[in-house]
Nanobody, 121 residues
Framework: QVQLVESGGGLVQPGGSLRLSCAASGSIFSIHAMGWYRQAPGKQRELVAVIISGGNTNYADSVKGRFTISRDNAKNTVYLQMNSLKPEDTAVYYC???????????????WGQGTQVTVSS
């Protein structure tokens, strides 16, 4: 079993900052990538940021220069530092992990339960 536990969401005013965390635990053989997606009401889930095992990162154009993704490999934890938040960043943020749970299993997607981020004055 693999679990992803997220924390750090909440209510923040426009221009403010939040830091999301996601810790993976359980049967983990190797992690290929960890990232964050978000889904606003009435919209499809979209990629926010991803960091792969070699350290390369990729961001949605809408968050470049404002959000920073990082990872602590020793703790199997990924972080998302969100600065200069805007009302349009309001969404449920989901942690995603692409990993192998055993050496003989293929890379699979695992998801966290989601954490609400609301940007409002």
């Amino acid at each position: 079993q693999v679990q992803l536990v997220e924390s750090g969401g909440g209510l923040v005013q426009p221009g403010g900052s939040l830091r999301l965390s996601c810790a993976a635990s359980g049967s983990i053989f190797s992690i290929h990538a960890m990232g964050w997606y978000r889904q606003a009401p009435g919209k499809q889930r979209e990629l926010v940021a991803v960091i792969i095992s070699g350290g390369n990162t990729n961001y949605a154009d809408s968050v470049k220069g404002r959000f920073t993704i990082s990872r602590d490999n020793a703790k199997n934890t990924v972080y998302l530092q969100m600065n200069s938040l805007k009302p349009e960043d309001t969404a449920v943020y989901y942690c995603n992990c692409q990993m192998r749970s055993s050496w003989y299993r293929p890379v699979s997607d695992y998801w966290g339960q989601g954490t609400q981020v609301t940007v409002s004055s």
